[in-house]
Each structure stands twice: as C-alpha cells, then as structure tokens.
C-alpha cells in the first residue's frame, strides 16, 4: 500500500495576520512522521483547532528568521515541556535561531525534559537535513531579505512488489529476488538477464513536496524543486505590485505559476498572501492564466501529495 | 462626565493554551488612552479579533518572563513597524526582556520606525511606573518562581465639580476658586473658611484596577491592591491541588477569594485558569464562596473597573 504523504496548512498569511489568516506554519505528514515547515505566532493553538497529533513531531525546519516564519516556536517547545514530553525534538534552521531560543529560556529558566537538538542550515547551497526509511528532507537556497532556505520532502524508492506468478516459474536464489525487490536486474549464473521492468509491477513516481517561502522570483529555484508533486510557493502579491515584490524580496502569483511551470511541478500551493488582498480571487486567477494547476491554500485544509 | 475606565480580557488561560483560552493579555482602558497588560503568543490577533484599535496603545506592562505572558510581543511590535507606526512605545517589564527583544530584531535585521523605550521594573519593591493628568500606573512585587511583578492603575482626583448657586452667593476671587476645584479648603481675606465638602458637587469615591498574575498566595499584596474597584488574580487550580498550586507559585481560586476580601475590594475577577478544567464553574464556586463578588474572566468580554 502507498503510504499517505500530504501537508496541512496551519497559516498562510504575510507578515501581518489579517482576515484571520495566521502566520506561516505546516504540517507535512507521510505516514507516520510529521514534519512541521515553519512556526508563526499562534502554531500551537492551530495545530490544536486543526487536532494535529503535535506531539508527533519530531523534525521541525524553520526557513527564515522573519517573525511570521518562527515566532511561535518558543511556545510550542515550553507546551511540549509542560506536557511532559521526553522524545527527542530537532531543529533546523539559520544561523541565530538557537540564540534566540536559548536567550529565552535562559530568562525563563526553563530546562527543557527533552532532548533539543539544532541543526544550522546553509543558506548557500543544497544540503540533506535528514534521512528514515522512507523519505528525505533537504534544504536549499533562497533568495530573500534575510538568509533562507527552501525545503524538499523527497520519497525514497519503495522495495518493489514483484509478480509472483512470473518468479514461480524462473525459481530464482534469494540474492536474485532481493536485487530485484532493490530495483535492480539480476543476472543469473547462467548469464540470463532478469529485468525488474518485467518481474516487478509497475509503480507510480517517486512524489516529493517542496516549499518556497519566502523568496524573490528566482529561476534558479527551478533546478532544486524539479518535477515536485506538490510545490507551495509563496505569492505575497499580484503583478500589479511587481515593484515592491521586487523591493521586499516577495513574489507575484503570475511569477509563482512561471516557476511552477518551468518545474513541471503537477500541482502549484499558493500562500504567504498580502494583507492588502482581503480578496484572493485575483491571486488564484493570476496564477492559473501561467498555470492551470494552482489552488489557493486554505487554513485547516490537507493536500495530498501525489 | 465620569471617564470610562474598563478591562478587555484578550487571554485567561494559564502555561498550555486549551479550549480556546489563550495565553494572558488584557487591555485597561481609561477614556481614551489604552494600556496593554501582559502580551501572550496571540495577542496581535486577539487585539484584532476583538476590535481593539491597537494603535492607541502607548504603554505595555510585562509582569514577568514566563512564554505565556509575553512571547505575542515582539509580533505586535513588527506589526506596529510593518504598519507604518511612528508613535512612542515603552515596554516596562523585567530585567532580561529587552535582551530577548533586541536580540530577536538583530537576527532578523529589524530597524524600528518608532521610538521605542524599555524601562526595567523593580521586583523588590512598589514604584510608580508612569503617570498623566488623569491616572498613575505603578507596579508592585509579587512571589512567583521568576522576578514578577503586579500592577495597579490608579485614577488621580479629578477637578471637582463646584455648585454654582452656592458660588454666586460668595462672589469668590479665582485663586480661590482653583484651590476649591483642585480639592483644598480656601480661606478668604476675611478670615472665613470655605470647605470643598459644602461647594462641590460628591463625587464618587477614585476607581482603581489591580492585575495579580502570576503569584502565590501572598497576603502581602493585600497593601498594594487595598480596596481596588476591580481585582484581576490569577487563581489557577482550585483547592484540590493545592499542594501543586504552592509547588508551582501559584494560587486557588479559595486562596484568590481570601485576598480580595482582605483587600476589601469591590469585585474580584479571575483568570489563568489550568488546562486541567474545561469546566470552570469548580472555580467560581469556590471563589464565591469566600468572596461573594467573583466573577470568571471571559476572553472578549469588557468588565467596567467602578
């Protein structure tokens, strides 16, 4: 069976929270593991409206050290301590974060019952943050006001599920059926040659997720977000405001579609939305004339990854 | 005209927020000047939810270090800054509070465009933090696991309001009319004495708001907040953990109710209630019953301070 890999928006707003849009948080979950993307003011009791099973979290990846990006971190750290939480938690984040948590709690005199882990991120070049079984998280460069990082939630290859009634009658060694469950051909001592293509059933693509916020229009992005099932790009304005998204290091909806089309992403997540757009009917339509594929990401909504 | 003087609650809950109930904040106003007490993670969206014109506010009072009751602020002072304010801002609060701010805008390479002032609170002792023409706000010591203090606003005599009838009768020179108005007996060229208590108008006796969160039980703050029109005390647990309620720094809602009656204060108002009680209706029952005027703070609801 496929193993569910999808996202929950928890915030989609710019900087100020308006129209009830909370700051930028997201939980992505496959499987079983739950990654939280980004940490605005209010995460935790958005994680409790939208009943996320926070306490899951184990991996947290913060962007940016602009407010709406991490602001409600500390909180959620401290509930998880006064909620008596003893598995471990890491962070991933820029150079700073793990001062401004520790000056925190240093006033606080918090000691925290769980390990704490932080992981700096490079702003400068593409990196794997973290590794299981089943997935990948790597992190790579943006280009905004502040250093910052994207992220790439990438599907690791499954063993393969092969076609019984065909290896019945080929009786092939362990070691031949193991390459194959491995995705590789297996050569016979008799120097036959065993294809996966035709012993294995066939499988979908590998999916992956990838997020952008916050950051300029930056075709570079293209190469590390190529071909995402699911690509969330920040779309802070519409064209009409191409200068100050120039200006604020933002991007326009018409910009985010041109990304998502020169990636070949299947499906474009639009968020990080103006506080001078009460109304987002005319990000979505920019966006969809670039791209057919984009929907606007409501808060409290699942996406599914595929 | 009496000027209005009243609380919003904008936050009650205490460490974990649940059910709804955010961390604590609240905004005293008195006429037209508003003051910010407490600012938990958020309070920006409370203030906005609630329809406070947070602009106003020009004061913020921090009583101490712990998450709940101040990680909303360094969001609200970038959205004030995102929003164009230019208006003076003081923070008073705890040593340690103005490292946590600065240290989170050097990070994030934040430039304020208003002034914005920090003034140290002393947890030793009652100092008078700021005052106007028509009110004084001091802060006062409190016992809690981290340097805390409380506050009282106090309402400054207003001129009185002098009879005229009687006045014409006397045909008094202006400087004893000013004495009488700003409250003094006058004893005019003849030697005869004109009592303020005969030419003024009775008024009602000066209103004041008390804040008491978080702290043990202490009767020592019964000096500080002595006959205050209305009490906000935290009352955390109720009788039944009491023993965490002393580990912990806190107090019961009993415990709570002892104070306001040895204050003698008008009402008592309580809030910071535990995620252990969805139900509070345990709190205000136990309150009532050595305090009969206790009512539960509702986030939202307004309380008239008189």
Known sequence: MIPDFEVTILGNTSSIPVYGRNPTAQVVRYDQHLLLIDCGEGTQMQLKKFKVKSSKIEHIFISHLHGDHYLGLVGLLSSYNLNGRTKPLTIYGPQGLDDIITTQFRWSNTRLGYPLVFRQTNPEAEELLF????????????????PTTGFRVEEKPRPKS????????LSLPIEGIKKLRFGEDYRDAEGNLHRVSE??????????????SDTIYDPSLVSYIQGASLLYHESTFMDDQLER????????????????????VERLLLGHFSSRYPDLSGILAEAKAAF???????????????
């Open 131 to 146: 590794e299981n079984q089943k997935f990948k998280v790597f992190s790579f460069p943006m280009k905004h006001r502040l």
């Open 162 to 169: 092969l076609i019984k009634e065909k290896l019945l009658l």
């Open 199 to 212: 012993l294995a059933h066939p499988e979908p693509p590998l999916r992956s997720y990838a997020f952008c």
């Open 245 to 264: 998204a120039k200006l604020t290091f933002h991007t326009t909806a018409r910009e985010a579609a041109q990304i998502a089309k020169a990636a070949r």
């Open 292 to 306: 057919e594929n984009s929907i606007l990401s409501q808060q409290g909504e699942t996406y599914s990854i595929s």
